[in-house]
């Protein structure tokens, strides 16, 4: 049973900061394509931010670029969402995936059909 648990959501002022957690079970870690995708209502599904499991190969999108951190900690099958000086178009709700390491290395990371598992999401409110 492959399971992404999501946690750190939450309600916060614009400038503010959260930081997001991704643990996986169930499926091998090493050697995975790691990203946050968020969906506000009525949006398309984005992603945001995604990490290679081995070697630690990052990418952002544009609109978080400088703003938000993607990490992980391997001992512990976790990724992390640093986001900082968040703003009221952050409001979303965040969603963890995992797919094959191929996705982070071939250019595959936006693309929501690249991903196998899905967590079920983690809800962020900025107000202004």
């Known amino acids: 049973q492959v399971q992404l648990v999501e946690s750190g959501g939450g309600s916060v002022q614009a400038g503010g900061s959260l930081r997001l957690s991704c643990q996986a079970s169930?499926?091998?870690?090493?050697?995975?394509?790691m990203a946050w995708f968020r969906q506000a209502p009525g949006k398309e599904r984005e992603g945001v931010a995604s990490?290679?499991?081995?070697?630690?190969?990052?990418r952002y999108a544009n609109s978080v670029q400088g703003r938000f951190t993607i990490s992980q900690d391997n001992a512990e099958n976790t990724v992390y969402l640093q986001m900082s000086t968040l703003k009221p178009d952050d409001t979303a709700m965040y969603y963890c995936?995992?797919?094959?390491?191929?996705?982070?290395?071939?250019?595959?990371?936006?693309?929501?059909?690249?991903?196998?598992?899905w967590g079920q999401g983690t809800q962020v409110t900025v107000s202004s």
């Open positions: 990490i290679y499991t081995d070697g630690s190969i990052t």
């Open positions: 995936a995992a797919g094959a390491g191929g996705v982070c290395l071939r250019g595959w990371h936006f693309l929501p059909t690249s991903y196998n598992y």
């Open positions: 169930g499926v091998t870690y090493s050697r995975k394509c």
